[in-house]
Nanobody, 124 residues
Framework: QVQLVESGGGLVQAGGSLRLSCAAS????????VGWFRQAPGKEREFVAA????????QYADSVKGRFTISRDNAKNTAFLQMNSLKPEDTAVYYC?????????????????WGQGAQVTVSS
């Protein structure tokens, strides 16, 4: 079992920045790729970014490419999502998730463990 806890959400004006953290406990964090997903009211959960076990490979949704940066600190069992130039359409609950596959995935069904979510609200 891996327990994931997100933090760092909040309310920010358009153009602002937030940094989400995902603290992991339980099994060895480096054995898991990490993904960030988001879900807005009335919409399906969508892929935002993912990072491989060692952090060497990252992938992003087109909608956040160039604005968001995913990273991880395996020594601290924590993953991060730095969000810059935020837009009102980024408003959603953001979830971090972990999967044990070597390959990182955009498919939420591939992820085994999920955090409780962090609300991000961007005002115009």
């Amino acid at each position: 079992q891996v327990q994931l806890v997100e933090s760092g959400g909040g309310l920010v004006q358009a153009g602002g920045s937030l940094r989400l953290s995902c603290a992991a406990s339980g099994r060895t964090f480096i054995n898991y790729a990490v993904g960030w997903f988001r879900q807005a009211p009335g919409k399906e959960r969508e892929f935002v970014a993912a990072i491989s076990r060692t952090g060497r490979i990252t992938q992003y949704a087109d909608s956040v490419k160039g604005r968001f940066t995913i990273s991880r600190d395996n020594a601290k069992n924590t993953a991060f999502l730095q969000m810059n130039s935020l837009k009102p359409e980024d408003t959603a609950v953001y979830y971090c998730a972990a999967e044990s596959s070597v390959l990182i995935s955009h498919d939420p069904l591939r992820y085994d463990y999920w955090g409780q979510g962090a609300q991000v609200t961007v005002s115009s």
